[in-house]
């Protein structure tokens, strides 16, 4: 039963001039009104919960490997468990999506690659924008694209691929994995720069893909040296070349398509953290201070690049300059090689 104050007691409650209790209600009711107005992100402090990293792509693969490396260690930094959360398909633009219209708090972000900012979007008409949906937190790392090929492709250099794919233009296909893909345009692009005939044969994945090129029913494939080195290493894919800027130091023997001829295919795979559109900038300050700091990390850096990454950190504000020039770079590919979504 509640307990109500008898009237000897209310009569021996201090009494208190009307004038202070106007001043109290004022003081009260100012307060509630800027609290009211103030961001709600601005008293709370961050994180206060499970961070949700979204990967595109499914567990197990390259970017999960790495996006797990980075999770664990801003778990630590943050004080706060970062958990990896794989929603694979559409080439990325599920998980994208789905980071888009996330709570823009910073407590969702989505480890995006050149993909999902960069190609993707340069090919179809996405239910994201790349640009005005995200707010970019740093880059993680990069990886050049490698060529390789299966071990009983008779050609032993890309001169003479090129030779035999104009002569028997049947002869090979390429697999990649899915249209809008880095594997898809990296082979545009190549065969754009170098007059190679090869079909396109589309996987839902990188994974099958790969496994279909090591079996042979595809003879030709442009992954991220990250995900094939393990591959040519066991010597079940043969490379090629390297699609990028200089050789790669894990295959020192493996020239750069510059190197034999091949100009204009220079194509780094990258990899970065994004936080969805309005999620408050002293967040995404934050989150890059831990991402930069994991990245310094010896052991971090070293399971980057044992699969043949290197660690690339970066302000926000460099990354959103790259995804505007990449998205633009990729648009100029479509059209030149007149490109669709299917």
């Known amino acids: 039963m509640p307990i109500h104050p008898t009237r000897s007691a209310l009569a021996q409650a201090p009494h208190r001039p009307a004038s202070a209790r106007r001043r109290t209600a004022l003081a009260l009711a100012g307060a509630l009104a800027a609290a009211s107005f103030w961001p709600a992100t601005a008293l709370a402090a961050f994180p206060e919960r499970i961070i949700t990293l979204v990967v595109p792509t499914a567990a197990g693969g390259g970017n999960d490997a790495m996006a797990r490396v980075v999770a664990q260690k801003m778990s630590t930094l943050l004080g706060q468990q970062v958990i990896v959360d794989n929603k694979a398909g559409a080439n990325g633009a599920i998980a994208s999506e789905y980071v888009a219209r996330a709570v823009p708090d910073g407590h969702t972000l989505l480890f995006g690659y050149i993909g999902t900012h960069g190609m993707n979007p340069a090919l179809q008409k996405l239910r994201y924008d790349p640009v005005k949906n995200f707010e970019p937190v ?27 794919s104009q002569g028997a233009p049947d002869q090979f296909n390429y697999a990649s994995a899915g249209n809008g893909t880095a594997p898809h345009f990296s082979a545009e692009l190549f065969k754009l720069e170098s007059g190679a005939k090869m079909a396109h044969v589309p996987y839902r994945g990188s994974a099958p893909a790969m496994t279909d090129t090591m079996a042979g029913q595809t003879q030709v494939m442009f992954p991220s040296l990250f995900s094939a080195y393990p591959y040519v290493k066991s010597g079940k894919l043969r490379a090629l070349a390297v699609a990028g800027a200089k050789r790669s130091p ?14 204009g295919v220079d194509i780094s795979q990258w990899y970065a953290l994004f936080a969805p559109a309005g999620t408050p900038r002293p967040v995404v300050d934050q989150l890059n201070k831990a991402l930069l700091a994991a990245l310094a990390d010896k052991e971090v850096a070293r399971r980057i690049e044992d699969h043949g990454a290197t660690v690339e950190g970066s302000t926000p504000d460099a990354l959103g300059q790259r ?20």
Request: hydrophobic residues 45%; glycine residues 4%.
């Open 323 to 342: 995804v505007r020039s990449e998205v633009a770079r990729w648009r100029n590919v479509v059209q030149k090689a007149q490109l669709t979504a299917d």
């Open 138 to 164: 740093g880059m993680v790392c990069t990886s050049p694209t490698l060529m390789v090929v299966n071990p009983q492709v008779t050609a032993k250099s890309v001169p003479d691929l090129v030779r035999q």
């Open 250 to 263: 894990l295959l020192p023997q493996v020239p750069t398509l510059e190197e034999v001829g091949i100009k």
